[in-house]
């Protein structure tokens, strides 16, 4: 069945700790999405991918980095200048992405990140 | 002032109750989305809608664009449609979406 992987489901970070999200998506999707979510918040847009090798910043990208290499794979990194890294991250893509009209989401089943 | 609010945070219901979600917006949109979010935190979407009413078996959406205002109904509702529910709004360009901060809906036996 086509869909999205995210790994972990449970990741732990320690203090000045890079950790890496992972995800990976069956769908042949050219764009790709990452998602931040705090309790009593609505998601926020980290960075955004429309097409392999290219990525945007979204809402709230101090601190995390990603990458497209691959069309399957926009693995997320926080990194130890992310302070409140904390959160529930979750992964989506689009067929097309990018231009209107607006297009269904796909969204993974997300990683819990906490801090040791 | 959220761009997206929703209507109620909290909602509990009993089963076979018909259910009303609300979602109002301040910005001009080209579509807006309905999704629903299990315990686990997976989310799904359940509509995608720029004018008009979707139906889809016991759900239906409702959008109106004059008023910035879209409702979610559930039709004889069960515990299993227990979950968050949460109207996200696409506007500008492509698939940016703004999110409402979602309606916990919990339906008892």
């Known amino acids: 069945d086509g869909g999205i992987t995210q790994s972990p489901k449970y990741l732990f970070r320690k203090e000045g700790q890079n950790v890496t999200l992972s995800c990976e998506q069956n769908?042949?999707?050219?764009?790709m999405y990452w998602y931040r979510q705090d309790p009593g918040q609505g998601l926020r847009l980290i960075y955004y991918?429309?097409?392999?090798?290219?990525?945007q910043k979204g809402d709230i990208a101090e601190g995390y980095s990603v990458s497209r290499e691959k069309k399957e794979s926009f693995p997320l990194t926080v990194t130890s200048a992310q302070k409140n890294p904390t959160a529930f991250y979750l992964c989506?893509?689009?067929?097309?992405?990018?231009?209107?009209?607006?297009?269904?989401?796909?969204f993974g089943s997300g990683t819990q990140l906490s801090v040791l | 002032k959220n761009e997206v609010e929703q209507s109620p945070q909290n909602l509990t219901a009993q089963e076979g109750e018909f259910i009303t979600i609300n979602c109002s917006y301040s910005?001009?949109?080209?579509?807006l989305h309905w999704l629903q979010q299990h315990p686990g935190g997976g989310i799904v979407s359940l509509f995608m809608?720029?004018?008009g009413k979707k139906k889809h078996g016991r759900l239906i959406a409702t959008i109106n664009i004059q008023e910035k205002h879209s409702s979610l109904h559930i039709t004889a509702s069960h515990p299993r449609d227990s979950a968050v529910y949460i109207c996200?709004?696409?506007?500008?360009?492509?698939?940016?979406?703004?999110f409402g901060t979602g309606t916990q809906l919990k339906v008892e036996l």
């Open positions: 809608l720029s004018s």
């Open positions: 996200a709004v696409s506007s500008g360009g492509g698939n940016k979406l703004t």
């Open positions: 991918s429309q097409i392999v090798n290219d990525f």
């Open positions: 910005v001009g949109i080209s579509a």
């Open positions: 769908l042949n999707h050219d764009a």
């Open positions: 989506a893509s689009s067929q097309r992405g990018g231009k209107p009209p607006a297009e269904k989401l796909f």
